[in-house]
Protein backbone atom coordinates (compact mmCIF):
# COMPACT_ATOMS: atom_id res chain seq x y z
CA UNK A 1 0.00 0.00 0.00
CA UNK A 2 1.54 3.34 -1.23
CA UNK A 3 0.89 6.34 0.97
CA UNK A 4 -0.30 9.24 -1.67
CA UNK A 5 1.49 11.71 0.33
CA UNK A 6 5.02 9.94 -0.93
CA UNK A 7 4.23 9.99 -4.47
CA UNK A 8 5.59 13.58 -5.92
CA UNK A 9 3.47 13.79 -8.90
CA UNK A 10 0.72 16.18 -9.57
CA UNK A 11 -2.25 17.08 -11.82
CA UNK A 12 0.05 18.30 -14.31
CA UNK A 13 2.08 14.98 -15.16
CA UNK A 14 -1.40 13.80 -15.72
CA UNK A 15 -1.61 16.40 -18.49
CA UNK A 16 1.51 16.42 -19.45
CA UNK A 17 1.21 11.99 -20.00
CA UNK A 18 3.97 11.66 -17.72
CA UNK A 19 1.77 9.69 -15.31
CA UNK A 20 0.50 6.83 -16.94
CA UNK A 21 -0.81 4.70 -14.00
CA UNK A 22 -4.44 4.24 -13.04
CA UNK A 23 -3.61 3.22 -9.83
CA UNK A 24 -1.14 6.68 -9.06
CA UNK A 25 -3.82 9.08 -10.70
CA UNK A 26 -6.46 7.59 -8.03
CA UNK A 27 -4.02 8.01 -5.69
CA UNK A 28 -3.90 11.72 -7.22
CA UNK A 29 -7.15 12.56 -6.66
CA UNK A 30 -7.46 10.98 -3.03
CA UNK A 31 -5.65 13.81 -2.21
CA UNK A 32 -8.21 16.01 -2.89
CA UNK A 33 -11.55 13.59 -2.30
CA UNK A 34 -11.86 10.36 0.05
CA UNK A 35 -13.94 8.66 -2.22
CA UNK A 36 -11.10 7.92 -4.03
CA UNK A 37 -8.85 7.02 -1.06
CA UNK A 38 -10.91 4.28 -0.42
CA UNK A 39 -10.66 0.73 -1.96
CA UNK A 40 -14.53 0.50 -2.94
CA UNK A 41 -15.18 0.08 -6.35
CA UNK A 42 -15.85 3.73 -8.00
CA UNK A 43 -17.87 4.69 -11.04
CA UNK A 44 -15.72 5.01 -14.03
CA UNK A 45 -17.97 7.74 -15.75
CA UNK A 46 -17.82 8.96 -12.12
CA UNK A 47 -14.15 8.99 -11.75
CA UNK A 48 -13.85 9.97 -15.14
CA UNK A 49 -15.84 13.10 -14.36
CA UNK A 50 -13.98 13.85 -11.76
CA UNK A 51 -10.93 14.06 -13.12
CA UNK A 52 -11.97 15.77 -15.63
CA UNK A 53 -13.91 18.49 -13.89
CA UNK A 54 -10.45 18.75 -11.89
CA UNK A 55 -8.54 18.92 -15.03
CA UNK A 56 -11.09 21.74 -16.49
CA UNK A 57 -9.23 24.08 -14.07
CA UNK A 58 -7.33 25.28 -17.25
CA UNK A 59 -7.66 25.17 -21.02
CA UNK A 60 -7.30 21.39 -21.18
CA UNK A 61 -11.03 21.36 -20.48
CA UNK A 62 -12.25 23.38 -23.28
CA UNK A 63 -11.34 20.54 -25.84
CA UNK A 64 -13.97 18.20 -23.82
CA UNK A 65 -17.11 19.96 -22.60
CA UNK A 66 -19.33 17.47 -24.93
CA UNK A 67 -23.10 18.33 -23.77
CA UNK A 68 -26.36 16.94 -25.04
CA UNK A 69 -29.65 17.75 -24.74
CA UNK A 70 -33.23 16.41 -25.91
CA UNK A 71 -35.60 15.79 -28.16
CA UNK A 72 -38.70 15.81 -26.78
CA UNK A 73 -41.87 14.67 -28.83
CA UNK A 74 -45.48 13.89 -29.28
CA UNK A 75 -46.68 11.45 -31.35
CA UNK A 76 -50.09 13.05 -31.28
CA UNK A 77 -49.75 16.11 -31.68
CA UNK A 78 -46.91 15.56 -34.20
CA UNK A 79 -44.79 18.47 -32.43
CA UNK A 80 -41.10 18.53 -31.37
CA UNK A 81 -39.15 20.62 -29.00
CA UNK A 82 -36.02 20.67 -27.40
CA UNK A 83 -36.06 20.44 -23.61
CA UNK A 84 -33.49 22.83 -22.31
CA UNK A 85 -33.11 21.87 -18.67
CA UNK A 86 -31.13 18.64 -19.54
CA UNK A 87 -27.73 19.92 -20.51
CA UNK A 88 -25.13 17.45 -19.15
CA UNK A 89 -21.69 17.32 -18.97
CA UNK A 90 -20.41 13.74 -20.75
CA UNK A 91 -23.30 11.79 -19.64
CA UNK A 92 -24.63 10.41 -22.68
CA UNK A 93 -26.47 6.96 -22.37
CA UNK A 94 -27.03 4.40 -25.43
CA UNK A 95 -29.33 1.47 -24.26
CA UNK A 96 -29.31 -0.23 -27.48
CA UNK A 97 -26.49 -1.21 -29.59
CA UNK A 98 -26.57 -3.55 -33.27
CA UNK A 99 -25.66 -6.66 -32.99
CA UNK A 100 -24.01 -6.18 -35.92
CA UNK A 101 -23.20 -2.16 -36.67
CA UNK A 102 -20.64 -3.29 -39.89
CA UNK A 103 -17.47 -1.05 -40.33
CA UNK A 104 -19.00 2.19 -39.79
CA UNK A 105 -20.78 2.93 -35.74
CA UNK A 106 -23.18 5.67 -36.63
CA UNK A 107 -24.27 7.39 -34.16
CA UNK A 108 -26.83 9.76 -35.63
CA UNK A 109 -29.13 6.85 -36.15
CA UNK A 110 -28.65 5.61 -32.74
CA UNK A 111 -29.49 7.84 -30.35
CA UNK A 112 -31.80 6.79 -27.58
CA UNK A 113 -35.62 6.82 -28.46
CA UNK A 114 -37.89 6.34 -25.27
CA UNK A 115 -40.92 7.12 -23.36
CA UNK A 116 -40.28 9.57 -20.67
CA UNK A 117 -42.76 9.98 -17.33
CA UNK A 118 -44.26 13.20 -18.55
CA UNK A 119 -47.11 13.15 -20.75
CA UNK A 120 -48.13 16.31 -23.31
CA UNK A 121 -49.50 19.40 -22.30
CA UNK A 122 -52.07 19.69 -25.14
CA UNK A 123 -53.22 15.73 -25.62
CA UNK A 124 -51.43 14.14 -22.19
CA UNK A 125 -50.04 11.37 -24.28
CA UNK A 126 -47.06 9.67 -23.45
CA UNK A 127 -43.71 12.29 -24.64
CA UNK A 128 -41.00 10.80 -26.30
CA UNK A 129 -37.43 11.97 -26.33
CA UNK A 130 -33.83 11.30 -27.54
CA UNK A 131 -30.85 12.66 -26.53
CA UNK A 132 -28.57 14.79 -28.78
CA UNK A 133 -24.82 15.46 -28.69
CA UNK A 134 -24.07 18.94 -29.00
CA UNK A 135 -20.87 17.80 -31.51
CA UNK A 136 -18.25 20.64 -31.37
CA UNK A 137 -15.39 19.76 -29.37
CA UNK A 138 -12.11 17.74 -30.37
CA UNK A 139 -13.16 15.22 -27.66
CA UNK A 140 -15.89 13.13 -27.02
CA UNK A 141 -17.21 10.67 -24.33
CA UNK A 142 -19.93 8.17 -25.11
CA UNK A 143 -21.17 6.34 -21.85
CA UNK A 144 -23.04 2.98 -22.20
CA UNK A 145 -25.39 1.50 -19.76
CA UNK A 146 -24.13 -1.32 -18.09
CA UNK A 147 -27.08 -2.28 -15.99
CA UNK A 148 -31.07 -2.13 -16.54
CA UNK A 149 -33.97 -0.79 -14.05
CA UNK A 150 -33.38 -4.60 -12.33
CA UNK A 151 -29.78 -4.39 -11.39
CA UNK A 152 -29.21 -6.81 -14.63
CA UNK A 153 -26.20 -6.75 -16.64
CA UNK A 154 -26.55 -5.29 -20.26
CA UNK A 155 -23.33 -5.74 -22.65
CA UNK A 156 -22.18 -3.68 -24.92
CA UNK A 157 -21.84 -5.60 -28.01
CA UNK A 158 -19.41 -4.00 -30.95
CA UNK A 159 -19.06 -6.81 -34.34
CA UNK A 160 -16.74 -5.82 -36.72
CA UNK A 161 -16.61 -1.84 -36.49
CA UNK A 162 -13.80 0.33 -37.43
CA UNK A 163 -12.29 2.08 -34.91
CA UNK A 164 -11.17 5.02 -37.19
CA UNK A 165 -14.97 5.74 -38.12
CA UNK A 166 -17.41 6.67 -35.59
CA UNK A 167 -19.95 9.23 -36.63
CA UNK A 168 -21.42 11.47 -34.58
CA UNK A 169 -23.46 14.09 -35.35
CA UNK A 170 -22.42 13.55 -38.86
CA UNK A 171 -18.76 14.26 -38.22
CA UNK A 172 -16.25 11.50 -38.36
CA UNK A 173 -14.70 10.66 -35.01
CA UNK A 174 -12.13 7.84 -34.09
CA UNK A 175 -11.50 6.03 -30.80
CA UNK A 176 -8.62 7.07 -28.55
CA UNK A 177 -9.66 4.48 -25.56
CA UNK A 178 -12.37 2.44 -24.47
CA UNK A 179 -12.96 1.59 -20.68
CA UNK A 180 -14.43 -1.76 -20.06
CA UNK A 181 -16.12 -3.07 -17.43
CA UNK A 182 -16.44 -6.58 -16.08
CA UNK A 183 -18.80 -7.67 -13.96
CA UNK A 184 -22.26 -8.38 -12.73
CA UNK A 185 -23.12 -5.27 -11.44
CA UNK A 186 -22.15 -1.75 -12.07
CA UNK A 187 -20.88 -1.47 -8.23
CA UNK A 188 -18.58 -4.45 -8.42
CA UNK A 189 -16.38 -5.95 -10.86
CA UNK A 190 -13.31 -4.58 -12.43
CA UNK A 191 -12.62 -2.22 -14.89
CA UNK A 192 -9.75 -1.86 -17.45
CA UNK A 193 -8.70 0.06 -20.55
CA UNK A 194 -7.84 -0.25 -24.34
CA UNK A 195 -5.89 3.25 -25.02
CA UNK A 196 -4.65 4.18 -28.62
CA UNK A 197 -1.71 6.01 -27.95
CA UNK A 198 1.30 6.71 -31.34
CA UNK A 199 -1.11 4.39 -33.45
CA UNK A 200 -0.17 1.70 -31.63
CA UNK A 201 -3.17 -0.29 -28.94
CA UNK A 202 -2.42 -0.98 -24.97
CA UNK A 203 -4.49 -3.06 -22.67
CA UNK A 204 -4.21 -0.74 -18.89
CA UNK A 205 -4.89 -3.17 -16.27
CA UNK A 206 -4.15 -1.49 -13.45
CA UNK A 207 -0.02 -1.35 -12.98
CA UNK A 208 0.11 -3.99 -15.67
CA UNK A 209 0.20 -2.31 -19.69
CA UNK A 210 0.18 -4.73 -22.48
CA UNK A 211 0.81 -4.07 -26.20
CA UNK A 212 -1.94 -5.21 -28.44
CA UNK A 213 -1.11 -6.94 -31.63
CA UNK A 214 -4.41 -5.27 -33.27
CA UNK A 215 -7.90 -4.04 -31.34
CA UNK A 216 -10.57 -6.37 -30.76
CA UNK A 217 -13.29 -5.48 -32.77
CA UNK A 218 -15.70 -7.69 -31.71
CA UNK A 219 -15.55 -6.36 -27.54
CA UNK A 220 -18.19 -6.67 -25.15
CA UNK A 221 -17.90 -5.24 -21.72
CA UNK A 222 -17.52 -1.73 -23.00
CA UNK A 223 -18.53 1.24 -20.96
CA UNK A 224 -17.23 4.54 -22.03
CA UNK A 225 -16.01 5.27 -25.34
CA UNK A 226 -13.66 7.90 -25.52
CA UNK A 227 -13.69 9.69 -29.41
CA UNK A 228 -11.23 12.09 -31.02
CA UNK A 229 -12.76 14.15 -33.63
CA UNK A 230 -10.74 13.49 -36.93
CA UNK A 231 -11.73 16.53 -39.40
CA UNK A 232 -14.87 18.86 -40.08
ZN1 LIG B 1 -49.65 16.05 -27.67
Redesign the pocket.
Known amino acids: MVNPRDININLENIRQGKTNSTLKIRQILANNTENFAQNRQMDAQSFYDYLIRKLDLDTFGIFIKTRCYDLVR?D??N?QWENPENYQLINTHFLYFPEDCGNIIDFNSMFLLQATDRT?Q??N?NLKSRTKAIVNQKYMVICFQRANVRGERINTKFSNFNPECVLIDNQRFKVKSVVRHHGNTINSGHYTSLVNYNNQWWECNDETITRLTNFDNTLKDVYLLILELISH
Open positions: CNCICHCF
